[in-house]
T-cell receptor, first 114, second 116 residues
Framework: EDQVTQSPEALRLQEGESSSLNCSYT??????LFWYRQDPGKGPEFLFT???AGEEKEKERLKATLTKKESFLHITAPKPEDSATYLC???????????????FGQGTILTVHP | DSGVTQTPKHLITATGQRVTLRCSPR?????VYWYQQSLDQGLQFLIQ???????AKGNILERFSAQQFPDLHSELNLSSLELGDSALYFC???????????????FGPGTRLTVL
């Protein structure tokens, strides 16, 4: 069974204080690893897709990296508007066919104080 | 705005009742997914449709059913509702074809279901 574990559960940062969020995963065959941002009461907002170990993607103050066992979301010089829950999800191959199901972690709640 | 629409935004009903949640995918997207989000379970995959056909099922209860119509909108039907069914229900859509890789999913704003 596919499993995704995110740490820490919650992270409090001061504005400008860089840090990283971790996503460890166990999957039979990784099709892709996805990062989403979710604000309270809203739907998850797509951030990145990573497909293979060593891949990196950046968007503004966010940078996502992938290894064979985990992914990191690095936040550089965060601002209060970066406060949200960050979700990691994996999509696995199933019997040679790529199904769309995403398996999500529990998320990291990020709070950035001014 | 992801382009995925869901109605209603909020739904309050009683135990034992039946409700229907509606989702319209992004223009051109053929795949629709339903997820349930509760405080204790997180985001859980329920079911996936592609161009009107069921493609994958998660831990969806037998009391729940879904379908995708020819115009590609989808409905999730929840019956014999229990208190534990209270949750946020999200629909997502994806642009990829059934023969190619499934990539990013774009989520709607969700329907908050409260069962009293």
């Amino acid at each position: 069974e596919d499993q995704v574990t995110q740490s820490p559960e919650a992270l409090r940062l001061q504005e400008g204080e860089s840090s990283s969020l971790n996503c460890s995963y166990t999957v039979s065959g990784l099709r892709g690893l996805f990062w989403y941002r979710q604000d309270p009461g809203k739907g998850p907002e797509f951030l990145f897709t990573l497909y293979s170990a060593g891949e990196e993607k950046e968007k503004e103050r966010l940078k996502a990296t992938l290894t064979k066992k985990e992914s990191f979301l690095h936040i550089t010089a965060p601002k209060p508007e970066d406060s949200a829950t960050y979700l990691c999800a994996v999509q696995a191959y199933a019997g040679g066919t790529s199904y769309g199901k995403l398996t999500f972690g529990q998320g990291t709640i990020l709070t950035v104080h001014p | 705005d992801s382009g995925v629409t869901q109605t209603p935004k909020h739904l309050i009903t009683a135990t034992g009742q039946r409700v229907t949640l509606r989702c319209s995918p992004r223009s051109g997207d053929l795949s629709v997914y339903w997820y349930q989000q509760s405080l204790d379970q997180g985001l859980q995959f329920l079911i996936q449709y592609y161009n009107g056909e069921e493609r994958a099922k998660g831990n969806i209860l037998e009391r729940f059913s879904a379908q995708q119509f020819p115009d590609l909108h989808s409905e999730l039907n929840l019956s014999s509702l229990e208190l534990g069914d209270s949750a946020l229900y999200f629909c997502a859509s994806s642009p990829r074809s059934i023969t190619g890789p499934y990539n990013e999913q774009f989520f709607g704003p969700g329907t908050r279901l409260t069962v009293l």
